[in-house]
């Protein structure tokens, strides 16, 4: 017990809170390197800056927490020297899991070699890092409350800037709004023959306008086929592709329409790649795609994503979904309140990116059992490509059907709920309305699954509303 509560020896919770914010700057390193140096896309947001510090001190004080009570059950087992180097550990291990390239196991014997050395070293300097704690723990908490504060008034600062330099509009101008439903393919849709009642909402509403019988992407995957519909360039005219973003030097939609008098908005579900990172936001008065909450706060620390994404985990406690991922009702109120505060007297241009209908196929209840057999399951999980067996097993392959059309039928609600509000505010009359999406998907037609990998008409074909 003496060594948890002597003045000289800092408190495992404080270790645990410097150790966190010392793994938040190690991981900025890490992404600096995978930015700078191997030129590859970090799927994180501009707030990254703080939230990766930020979200590993929560995460830290959750261990440290662990930890303390650990020392005052087991004091001569968890002593200063344990606590810090298990610390230590950690914060070298998220720093490692940052590059794939670095085998699990290589990246935990490093992590513990680096922890037996800083336990080591602590173990007989408690009254140096004692001192260490005191003095860097205030000053870390206190710049990464400036980082936050910065970026807020940074992203603000830009979002005048761009509405200051909107040109003037035509009176009479009708809005534009664009919607994209990420992996939404034709074949599933009422609208485009499907057999099972998955888009009541988008069929009534394409009923209202001009509905495209034979309309293809550019490309089976997100960025190429979002860089065409932003440019009017065909993907192999563009150099966007799986680490190289959209090209500065093609000037996108939002950009002509905001010279035209638009304000601009965009909301992206798909923060990968649909996101500000690989250039699609360029144009826009306001573009949300890495938006916070306590679990996106989460995808910030390596310890975090390293649990999120063990298998074993997830099946234990009951998650299969992507840590943060933003659901269709999130995105319509994003949408909504961003009309309701918008600049008046201008007309609008929305893109917003629903990402429901992508993989992991997992609608919320009751659409995730709405197209199950009675007394069955849906099984959303498949691979990308065939293997020895899995024509043995349909079963598998149509629940991965069953829950796909679950999704889009959760989606096709959520829109409809739009496009009711849109009506409520009395907008849909002069606003030009265009649904579609990036790519379709696959189920094993032709012994292939998932997107990206083959330009069948699965993956090709999509809906086209306008």
Excluded: C
Excluded at 150 to 171: C, D, I, K, N, Q
Excluded at 277 to 286: D, N, P, S
Excluded at 343 to 353: D, E, M, R, S, V
Excluded at 356 to 385: I, M
């Amino acid at each position: 017990m003496a060594d948890v509560m002597s003045p000289r020896r800092p408190h495992p919770l404080a270790i645990a809170a410097l150790g966190g914010l010392a793994a938040g700057a190690l991981e900025l390193a890490g992404y600096g390197i995978r930015h700078l140096f191997l030129g590859e896309f970090l799927f994180q947001g501009p707030h990254l800056i703080w939230a990766a510090p930020a979200a590993n001190l929560l995460v830290y004080l959750v261990i440290g927490l662990g930890l303390t009570l650990a020392a005052k059950l087991l004091p001569r087992l968890f002593t200063t020297g344990v606590v810090t180097g298990i610390i230590a550990a950690l914060a070298v291990f998220g720093l490692l899991y940052i590059f794939p390239q670095v085998h699990r196991v290589a990246s935990l014997i490093l992590a513990l070699g680096v922890g037996v050395q800083t336990g080591r070293w602590a173990s007989g300097s408690a009254g140096a890092l004692d001192r260490i704690v005191r003095r860097l723990l205030p000053l870390g908490l206190g710049v990464v409350a400036l980082l936050a504060a910065a970026t807020g008034s940074w992203r603000m600062y830009r979002e005048h800037r761009a509405l200051g330099a909107v040109g003037e509009a035509t009176p009479g101008t009708p809005n534009v709004l664009l919607l994209v439903l990420d992996t939404v393919r034709a074949f599933n849709l009422g609208m485009y023959g499907y057999g099972r009642p998955t888009s009541p909402n988008l069929d009534a509403f394409a009923a209202k306008g001009a509905r495209f019988e034979q309309a293809f992407s550019t490309a089976p995957w997100t960025l190429p086929s979002h860089a065409s519909l932003f440019t009017g360039h065909w993907a192999h005219e563009s150099r966007a592709d799986w680490m190289v973003p959209l090209e500065d030097s093609v000037p996108t939609v939002a950009e002509v329409l905001a010279r035209y008098g638009f304000v601009t908005a965009g909301f992206s579900a798909n923060t990968d790649y649909a996101s500000a990172e690989v250039g699609l936001a360029r144009g826009f008065t306001r573009f949300e795609d890495y938006t916070l909450s306590p679990a996106r706060l989460l995808r910030n620390s390596q310890l975090a994503l390293a649990v999120a994404r063990n298998r074993t985990l997830r099946r234990l406690i009951g998650s299969r979904d992507n840590l943060g991922r933003k659901h269709a009702p999130e995105v319509t109120a994003r949408i909504l309140g961003w009309l309701d505060d918008r600049p008046q007297g201008k007309p609008f241009f929305i893109f917003a990116n629903y990402y429901d209908a992508h993989r992991p196929y997992l609608p919320p209840a009751p659409w995730d059992r709405k197209f199950a057999p009675d007394g069955g399951s849906v099984d959303p999980r498949l691979d990308r490509t065939g293997r020895p067996g899995d024509a043995e097993r349909p079963e598998r392959t149509q629940g991965a059907i069953d829950a796909y059309d679950g999704a889009v039928a959760y989606l096709d609600d959520a829109l409809g709920q739009l496009f009711a509000e849109l009506e409520r505010r009395k907008l849909l009359a002069n606003t030009l309305v265009i649904i579609t999406s990036d790519h379709g998907e696959e189920f094993g037609e032709h012994g292939i699954f998932d997107h990206g990998n083959s330009l069948y008409r699965q993956s090709l074909q999509v809906p086209l509303v306008i």
